[in-house]
């Protein structure tokens, strides 16, 4: 990982090596607020550990339904009564 105050010499923009990229998974379910705060305390961390400025980093929440996550081999399921098992 190549810090924020320097180039990545195997790319020839040294402006996209200077922004640091977080991709998040999570179950969907989350409210917009939640979703502000986790991308607003992300970027206030990132920033002050890569020492880069904030509007530099980028943050991707992609939302997974829970039927399509599965935990230890096991794919969640909805029940009749549409509730997670």
């Known amino acids: 990982m190549w810090p924020c105050n320097c180039s990545n010499p195997t790319l020839t923009n040294d402006r996209k090596s200077d922004m640091p990229m977080i991709r998040v998974e999570m179950l969907t ?3 917009e607020a939640q979703r502000i705060e986790l991308v607003e305390a992300l970027t ?10 904030a509007a530099d980093i980028q943050v991707i929440v992609s939302e997974v339904e829970r039927t399509h996550w599965a935990v230890g081999g096991v794919l969640n399921k909805v029940s009749s009564e549409s509730n997670v098992v």
């Open 44 to 53: 206030t961390e990132t920033a002050r550990i890569a020492k880069c400025p």
């Open 29 to 31: 379910g989350r409210t």
